[in-house]
C-alpha cells in the first residue's frame, strides 16, 4: 500500500511542479486562467496533505 500512496505523491507533486511552470514562464495571464491554476494548485495539494496523512498512518 505505501508503494501506492508514494507513486500518487510523486505523481501529484509533479502535477503541482508543472502548473508551477506553467504559470512562471507565461507573462500575459488573464485573471481567468490565474484563478483556474489557483484551483488546481489548491486541489493538488489538498490531495498531497491527505497522501502524507495516509503514508504516515
Not at 505523491?9 to 503541482?16: A, E, P
Not at 506553467?22 to 481567468?32: E, G, P, Y
Amino acid at each position: 500500500m505505501d508503494d501506492k500512496i508514494e507513486i500518487a505523491i510523486v505523481y501529484y507533486s509533479k502535477k503541482g511542479q508543472d502548473i508551477l511552470d506553467a504559470v512562471n514562464s507565461n507573462n500575459n495571464l488573464s485573471a481567468d486562467e490565474i484563478i483556474h491554476y489557483g484551483q488546481e494548485m489548491a486541489e493538488i495539494e489538498y490531495k498531497l496533505t491527505a497522501l502524507e496523512v495516509a503514508k504516515e498512518n
